[in-house]
């Protein structure tokens, strides 16, 4: 594994505006990390025990790598971006780090963490208690103060505006751009954060200087809002694609497929279609991890909203079948194979169900599904 050799914090802070630690490397952690490495942050992470893609993602970045969690107390934000199933046990990661960091760190030492996960507000809520939050809450570290900001993500990685072209990955020695070139103009999703500290408290050099980068606006003093808004945008979109799925699937072996898409193009309009064809075809590399993500959301609903949650634990099953039962669940960001029309994604998700039925009907039975219709409930077979 590539390690930045003999890094010296010190010597990143006074060349850079600041070092910012992240956890961990996939495509939204390493575009992020692009971003913050274009505007003069350090971005360091920890990558030991992670595949070569994500080592690869880590480096092209710009990022330094370093080889504990205890390295990454170093920084003045740590942004944990990872699988929903992940956010809480990341968070124990630098609970643990805290406990078992050298001396010199637990000196009046202020981390900044943020947790930028698709979970839902009472998962925040319970990784924020976790956390030394004050230096009487640890008696294992009582000078190492951790500040919880409560954060999300809406929309995809950053990435350079299309009529910027996108140069060659940032070279190991990751010099800062001059302080004199313009700045490139990027593609940025939304961050909202919440609860008593955001990301102008971080640099008091540049309060604003951050929150610009990132697109990041505070919506509330309170822990749990902004990943609340996390929820229930995700409802619409994430779930919209769920329901997209299944109408895809069904309408193929229907034989209407192109019945359906046209119909949305003539009475919806073809924004409609294209929304359609877009989040039937973009969900399978995703659709393991989107399952955890509806599950937080079915419960934000019933926790925070009083409802049932039966709609997204739906949603979770249409994915977790997606991931678990197709060859859909093999694909990779940027490595695709499968599922790249509508019309693939329904034939390999009945390949993969009438698979699981052969197989759960057992070899002596051979069952598979027809075209015909079953006998009708209280009718007996010609046989």
């Given at each position: ?21 992240i ?39 710009g ?7 205890q ?14 199933r ?24 202020t ?25 009487s ?13 409560d ?27 001059s302080s ?5 103009e ?6 909202p ?9 971080i ?7 951050l ?23 995700a ?8 329901i ?14 192109d ?6 193009r ?32 079915a ?8 409802l ?28 695709r ?16 169900l ?7 009907s ?22």
């Open positions: 594994m590539f390690s930045t050799p003999g890094v010296s914090f010190d010597s990143l802070r006074s060349s850079h505006r600041g070092i910012i630690g956890i961990s490397m996939g495509d939204m952690g390493s575009g992020i990390a692009r971003l913050l490495v274009a505007h003069r942050y350090a971005v360091i992470t920890n990558c030991t025990g992670r595949s070569s893609d994500t080592i690869n993602r880590a480096n092209q970045a990022a330094h790598l370093v080889t504990s969690d390295d990454l107390l170093h920084a003045d934000l740590i942004l944990s971006i990872v699988p929903p992940d956010a809480y046990a990341t968070a124990e990661r630098i609970v643990f780090a805290v406990s078992s960091s050298s001396s010199d760190l637990k000196e009046h030492k981390l900044y963490f943020a947790d930028l996960n698709a979970v839902s507000p009472a998962t925040v809520r319970s990784i924020s208690s976790i956390l030394p939050t004050s230096p809450s640890s008696t294992s570290s009582p000078n190492f103060t951790i500040k919880f900001i954060g999300a993500i809406l929309g995809g990685p950053p990435s350079l505006a299309s009529s910027i072209p996108v140069g060659r990955p940032i070279p190991p020695h990751r010099r800062p751009p004199d070139s313009p700045p490139p990027w593609n940025k999703p939304s961050i954060t919440s609860g008593p500290h955001d990301f102008s408290s640099f008091s050099e540049e309060p604003n200087h929150p610009v980068v990132l697109n990041a606006k505070h919506i509330s003093p309170d822990i749990g809002a902004a990943s609340g808004l996390k929820m229930t945008f409802s619409l979109s994430k779930g919209y694609a769920a997209a799925v299944q109408a895809a699937t069904t309408a193929r072996n229907l034989g209407v497929l019945h359906l898409k046209s119909s949305l003539e009475i919806m309009g073809e924004a409609a279609e294209n929304k359609f064809e877009k989040a039937v075809t973009g969900m399978a590399p995703k659709a393991g991890r989107w399952v955890r993500e509806m599950e937080e959301i419960a934000t609903h019933q926790v925070d909203g009083g049932e949650p039966t709609i997204f634990l739906g949603a979770a099953e249409v994915f977790r079948t997606v991931a678990e039962d197709t060859v859909l669940g093999e694909e990779k960001i940027g490595k194979n499968r599922g790249t029309t509508a019309e693939d994604v329904g034939a390999a998700i009945t390949e993969g009438l698979e699981k039925k052969r197989k759960g057992g070899e002596e039975k051979k069952e598979e599904w027809t075209s015909e219709p079953e006998t009708a409930p209280g009718h007996l077979s010609s046989s």
